[in-house]
């Protein structure tokens, strides 16, 4: 250990000995049509530059010789070139970086490098220079647009273990850890400057996550200054899409200001009754101090209102002879109705500062307030019929599972037949609903539908602050705490109570489930004691309201170290976590346990991650990563029935994540490739659900803890140039991501009726669902110097595992089967979503003309054009399941399938 | 102040280009008028009464109707309390009929005075207990029409009226013709005053009477009144009045049905003794003798029984089986009631005799004061079993008042006793 440190030592001293001549070099970098990049990363040796609102960059403090530059940009191609520097000055002139993607047919550019030095192929065994760690190569591109299609995640890792920020302020929800994507939706353009890392690699704006990291730069002042416009068209989620963005770049007042706006509209997208209404809009103002500092505001939001989807069984997708069968909607007034909406306005404001101590020492901070709801309605209904089409009941396939009765073809031929043929049978029947809710009012009696809407209201105080300290030219150091005070409260609110025309619905505040097991106590059913037998009416609160608060603190820091043949970086993070419940209402089923606040639960956690490059030359290079993280559970991981309940699982286990990979890089002007094998074990993973269990025959919530996995694979991506103008694409990834080992079950019975009970699961090599666990690309990407481009890419997927549904892998479940009996195999065995491999094929052509100063575009992106309907993009066994007849017909998997063929078109026009 | 400039086209476009979208998006729905569902016969199809449909059908048969015929009639049944469960009953004026419905909230769509049609096309006529019902064919039997497919067969006509008023009738003189229809009893009153309507465990008849003939009250242990007790006193009973071969069962759709009763009348005690190895609420204390008090059953009666001959040999004992404490304050009009079942002794020697205590704690019975009753019918031999009849107890007061039955034999003459059905019961104050 000594001697390692005197080595390290003696490295510092030599090389600050070493420190020679240093020039400076200036360049713009541009897109192909020749307007401005702001905010690329221009990244010389160990040192970063970013280009300002002109595109313009100075890289000061360069070293003679030669060097690798290297020029990235989220969405474009990362662009390396080997110059020599020989002056004090070097003047690069315009550098063009291509569009990598055609992303959605959003903003389609491309175009020929057109670059005024050109790369030198002959690298000597000097100062090699350094891997950028940027989301930007071939593999990472392609995974995270292309194959997104058929819900390939790279590494098999969940969204929760990715991280998105705006200057140094995270994004992520504190309750799941996901990224709120849909937050700034529809400001493509506005938050399309990004710095983005793939997997462990460092990052200068946080520790970092296991599957990346990006920071959204919106500083208004890096924005180009211009105002762009686009329309599209499509078939897919929605059908009209018109964005506007505009920039003032920095004015000479040192004001610079950026706006945009939004809005995607649809009456109805690929699945009938997904109708869109998306607006979005985004403020940025930046204010220049003084030549070390600037201030920024930004204020964005994306209020969206959508009709969803619900996955269903195959027989109803076969009865109605359509895999985008939707039974949400139903007709009403002859109109489509979704009776499952999603409505959400979460508006983010940041307030950040950013100064330039020194020349080599930068601190960002950001100050961030977010607020707004998320809601999805839904039906409810009391004592009466389930609304729901595709309730099991419903389906011909009841005639034959019902145990109670025997079989009779002609019935349910019948049923098939009102399926084919009657869309009352297989929508929501809206006006039958309603005729329900009239004859319940004539006798007096309360509503029987109604429309309720599940919230969760937020609000959310952030502080993040970094500084990034170029120590010397081998030693870069950042650092960074994050404060955030978080709270939420959850409710349901009376969205429509189905009346009108002449009558008045009401609704009853009870749990009509502990009604019918209780009929002689008055208190159980209650759902909120303190207000017994509360009549609801529209806009009230009622069922459930309780807040969750989570507080949480961080604490981190990377050190890179960069030398001649390797580089390395090591990083250190700890954090504390505390989160409790309080309780709004007083529960009947819980009354001790539900009103007013719960424990407080707090977890420290750390995380450490190290890794090295080796530079066997500028061509080759061999990269190291791993990472040991602890992560507190999330609260919902926790609680058991937080809508009801302050009580926590008896066994609270924090998640250990131990992961490493191992990359081969090449990069040679005409190819450029990374072969990645990768290994991360889960430990004590928790996953959380809810369900109507048929032994009990009430609602349960089902913890299942102490879940370990492990998640193995090997990725590719290789990027050819065949002619100047045309590239071949290749990614792929062979994952084996697995369950190891039987974790447990905590089951609590939301009626009251039993204690809480745990069970073994039986899972152990089961696979992870999700995702495909393999899956791959092969693309063609022509790019015409005349501003014509075109991509076309073949995929496959494969290996994508249907959710297994846990309590069905018990004792419990296989209680009164023996080994031979062939059901075994089949209540434990997990099936595949699709048993062979899926192709697909996209392709995207565009144009772009440019008059004076004015740049038209034009681009059309075909998506699935083989019209591919049989590939399911995810299934999930039910979770019901019959123990008494062990019929696994009665409860079959539900599907989701990806899109068949589907167009974006879009026009714009940038000044 | 290029930046102006700039600033003001963008907020034109910012405002005008989305705009032309609004128009077309705003998702407003108009609430259904509320409907007055008309029914049309169709052409061709003819409407027969309920008695004509029944008489179609043939003891023990089943019928598919193949003809295109159609009846009607007002709903009289609910589900809405689970007693009636899957089944609907309408009636016109020629009498009822049961239509079997795989469906758990009918009433929420076919309620009270609702006038339905029903196309018989395609449905069957069979029996179920000897009572004829207009179903589905499943499986090859009668059975419930399918859910998806009821609105193919029972169709709405105008929203619900009123109720067919009940038929008033008599326990002696039911006919046939008056099954399946909403019936009218009148000064009649319940037999099993202050048990539950049903056992938790399966579907429970009680008996109804005039006091001189009985009909059986059938109630479904899910009905939401289950675990209510049955009143007492003189009143009317509303009902659809059934059959179950070979007997004739009434229904009742709520305890609205149920007129001029009185269910201040509680248990005090209900002891069954139904748990297998337990005496329940009771207890025992052996003065003398080695056997005790037990549980026992014998078919489907349960009983507490003693007996001082076991393994061949007669022993002498002194037993007893000691009620829980009641508050018999809280109370009035007190009844006890139980039944006996004697054998292998006299009848009439003493062997088991009846007391109540108002002193008695716990323990030795023999330290505390007792009273005899002596006003209960006890079997008198071979274990036939023998009501105690209606044994006043509103004399005994006291917040801690026990009942005791004592077992007593020499060697000789030794008799076996079973005694079960414990009832107190009293009118609440």
């Given amino acids: 250990m000594k001697r390692f440190l005197l080595l390290i030592l003696l490295m510092f001293i030599t090389t600050t000995l070493i420190e020679a001549q240093t020039s400076t070099l200036e360049g713009i970098v541009t ?38 530059i290297t020029f990235v940009l989220d969405g474009y191609e990362t662009k390396t070139m080997n110059i020599e520097v020989n002056s004090s000055s070097v003047k690069l002139g315009y550098i063009q970086v291509k569009t990598s993607v055609a992303d959605n047919g959003n903003d389609n550019q491309g175009g020929t490098t057109l670059s005024t030095v050109e790369s030198d192929d002959d690298i000597k065994d000097q100062n090699v220079s350094s891997l950028l760690h940027s989301a930007n190569d071939p593999f990472v591109s392609i995974a995270s647009y292309t194959l997104s299609a058929g819900y390939f995640r790279p590494r098999g890792y969940d969204n929760e273990y990715s991280e998105v920020l705006i200057g140094g302020l995270e994004l992520s929800d504190p309750e799941t850890g996901r990224p709120n994507f849909s937050d700034w939706s529809g400001l493509n353009d506005a938050t399309r400057y990004k710095e983005s890392s793939y997997g462990l690699n460092p990052t200068r704006f946080s520790f970092g996550a296991l599957s990346g990291a990006s920071d959204i730069d919106v500083r208004a002042s890096h924005q180009p200054k211009q105002i762009k416009a686009s329309y599209s068209y499509s078939n897919a989620t929605y059908t009209n899409r018109v964005m506007v963005t505009a920039s003032t770049g920095m004015m000479k007042n040192g004001w610079a200001v950026t706006v945009a706006g939004s809005t995607r509209q649809g009456n109805t997208g690929y699945v009938k009754g ?100 998320t809601g999805t309605t839904a039906l409810n209904w009391y004592n009466s019929a389930d609304p729901r089409p595709d309730y099991y009941r419903y389906l ?101 109570m189905l009346d009108g025309n002449g009558y008045t ?191 009990l025959s009430t609602y349960v919530d089902y913890i299942v803890f102490g879940i370990n996995k492990t998640h193995q694979g090997i990725e590719l991506g290789v990027e050819v140039k065949l002619i100047p103008v045309l590239s071949l694409e290749i990614a792929g990834s062979i994952g084996n991501y697995r369950y190891t080992n039987r974790p447990t079950a905590y089951m609590s019975v939301e009626n009251g009726s039993q204690p809480d009970s745990t069970q073994k ?34 995929n496959i997927y494969a290996n994508n595992w249907v959710d297994f549904n846990p309590s069905r892998r018990t004792l419990e479940a296989l209680d009164g089967i023996y080994p031979g009996d062939e059901r075994l195999s089949l209540i434990t065995e997990q099936q595949k979503a699709y048993n062979n491999p899926q192709f697909t094929l996209d392709a995207s052509v565009g144009k772009n003309i440019k008059i004076n100063k004015v740049v038209l575009g034009i681009s059309v992106r075909m998506t699935n054009i083989l019209n591919n309907t049989k590939m399911v993009t995810s299934g999930f066994e039910q979770l019901r399941f019959n123990y008494t007849t062990k019929n696994l017909d009665e409860f079959p998997p539900k599907y989701f399938y990806g899109f068949g063929r589907t167009y974006f078109i879009t026009a714009s026009v940038k000044i | 102040m290029k930046a102006i400039r700039v600033l003001r086209k963008i907020w034109v476009l910012l405002l005008v280009v989305p705009a032309i979208f609004i128009s077309g998006c705003t998702k407003k729905f108009d609430v259904p008028p509320v409907e007055i569902p008309k029914f049309d016969l169709p052409s061709g199809a003819t409407i027969i009464s309920i008695r004509q449909l029944k008489a179609m059908h043939s003891a023990g048969g089943f019928e598919s109707i193949t003809d295109n015929l159609y009846v009607t009639g007002k709903v009289i049944s609910s589900d809405e309390t689970g007693n009636i469960y899957k089944e609907m009953f309408i009636q016109d004026t020629s009498g009822g009929l049961l239509i079997s419905l795989d469906n758990t909230s009918l009433y929420t769509t076919y309620r009270l005075g609702q006038r339905i049609y029903v196309k018989c096309q395609g449905l069957y006529l069979g029996e179920y207990g000897g009572l004829v019902q207009l179903g589905a064919s499943v499986g090859g039997a009668i059975g419930r029409i399918a859910d998806p497919v009821i609105k193919q067969y029972l169709f709405l006509d105008s929203i619900p009226g009123a109720i067919p008023a009940a038929t008033v009738i008599t326990i002696p003189t039911i006919t046939p013709d008056k099954y399946g229809m ?144 009641m508050n018999l304050d809280l109370y009035s009009g007190e009844i006890l009631n139980f039944f006996t079942m004697m054998n292998f002794g006299t009848a009439g020697d003493g062997s088991l005799r009846i007391y109540y205590s108002t002193d008695y704690v716990s323990g030795d019975p023999t330290t505390s004061t007792w009273t005899e009753i002596t006003t209960a019918a006890l079997s008198t031999g071979t274990f036939v079993s023998t009501p105690s009849g209606d044994i006043d107890l509103s004399a005994v007061v006291g917040t801690n008042v026990h009942i005791a039955f004592k077992y007593t034999c020499s060697t000789s003459g030794v008799a076996t006793w079973e005694v079960g059905g414990i009832l107190v019961k009293g009118t609440k104050i």
């Avoid at chain 1, 990049?37 to 010789?65: E, R, W």
């Avoid at chain 1, 069968?325 to 508006?347: C, I, M």
């Avoid at chain 1, 809407?453 to 870069?476: C, G, P, T």
């Fill in chain 1, 274 to 373: 997904t109708f869109y209404d998306a607006w979005s809009y985004f403020l940025s103002v930046e204010k220049k101090i003084n030549s070390k500092q600037s201030i920024s505001f930004t204020g964005f939001g994306s209020p969206a209102k959508r009709g969803m989807q619900s996955a269903t069984v195959q027989e109803c997708y076969d009865l109605v002879g359509s895999n985008y069968y939707n039974p949400n909607w139903g007709l009403q007034d002859g109109k489509v109705r979704n009776a499952k909406v999603r409505n959400s306005h979460e508006p983010q404001l940041l307030l950040s500062h950013f100064y330039d101590i020194t020349d080599k020492i930068k601190l960002t901070t950001t100050l961030g307030y977010s607020f707004g709801r």
């Fill in chain 1, 31 to 68: 897109d192909i049509t020749g307007s401005p990049l702001p905010g690329a990363s221009v990244n010389v040796g160990n040192k970063t530059f970013k280009t300002d609102a002109s595109g313009k960059f100075t890289s000061d403090g360069i070293g003679y010789g030669k060097t690798d």
């Fill in chain 1, 761 to 794: 699961i039986y899972c152990k090599n089961f696979y992870v669902s999700g995702t495909p666990q393999t899956a791959g690309s092969i693309g063609l990407k022509f790019v015409h110097p005349k501003f014509w481009y075109a991509n076309l890419s073949a």
């Fill in chain 1, 505 to 695: 619905g009401y609704w009853i505040d009870i749990d009509q489930f502990a009604q019918q097991d209780f009929p002689t106590d008055s208190n159980i059913a209650q759902n909120d004691m303190n207000n017994p037998n509360r009549i609801v009416k529209k806009g009230d609160v009622f069922g459930y309201d309780y807040d969750i608060h989570i507080n949480s603190a961080k604490l981190w820091g990377l050190g890179e170290f960069t030398y001649n043949h390797f580089d390395f970086y090591a990083a250190l993070n700890f954090s504390g976590t505390q989160f409790w419940r309080v309780g709004n209402m007083k529960n009947g089923r819980f009354a001790d346990d539900s009103y007013g606040k719960s424990a407080t639960h707090s977890f420290l956690d750390y995380a450490v991650k190290a890794g090295v490059t080796y530079k066997l030359s500028g061509r080759h290079y061999f990269v190291f990563n791993t990472a040991y993280i602890t992560t507190a559970p999330t609260f919902n991981d926790v609680y058991i029935s937080p809508r009801i309940r302050n009580t926590v699982i008896s066994d609270i286990r924090t998640g250990k994540i131990f992961s490493c990979d191992l990359s081969y890089i090449i990069r040679y002007p005409k190819v450029t490739a990374r072969i990645t094998a990768f290994n991360t074990n889960f430990q004590n993973d928790t996953k959380t659900m809810s369900f109507f269990q048929d032994d």
């Fill in chain 2, 182 to 325: 909403l019936v009218e009893l009148q000064n009649v009153h319940f037999v099993e005053v202050a048990q539950l309507f049903s056992l938790s465990t399966a579907s429970t008849n009680r008996t109804i009477s005039d006091g001189a003939n009985n009909l059986i009250m059938r109630t479904s242990n899910y009905a939401t009144f289950a675990t209510t007790s049955i009143p007492s006193g003189v009143g009317t009973i509303y009902g659809i009045l059934g059959f179950f071969s070979p007997d004739n069962q009434l229904m009742i759709r709520d305890l609205n049905d149920l007129v001029g009763f009185d269910y201040s009348t509680k248990l005090v005690i209900n002891e069954s003794f139904a748990t297998t190895g337990s005496l329940g609420t009771f207890s025992q204390y052996s003065v003398s003798g080695p056997q005790v008090w037990a549980q026992s059953t014998y078919s489907s009666s349960t009983f507490a029984k003693m007996s001082g001959f076991a393994g061949g040999v007669y022993t002498a004992n002194e037993d007893w089986l000691i009620s829980p404490s």
């Fill in chain 1, 396 to 496: 011909p396939s009841w005639q034959y599972n019902n145990p109670a009765s025997t079989p009779d073809p002609t019935v349910a031929a019948q049923i098939t037949d009102l399926w084919k043929n009657d869309e009352n049978t297989r929508q929501i029947d809206w006006d039958n609903l309603y005729q329900v809710n009239y004859l319940s009012a004539l006798s007096g009696e309360q509503s029987r539908y109604i429309v309720e809407e599940r919230r969760l209201d937020h609000s959310q105080i952030a502080l993040a602050s970094h500084v990034n300290y170029e120590i010397n030219k081998h030693i870069f150091f950042t650092g960074g705490l994050n404060v955030n005070l978080y709270k939420s409260r959850n409710y349901k609110v009376m969205n429509d």
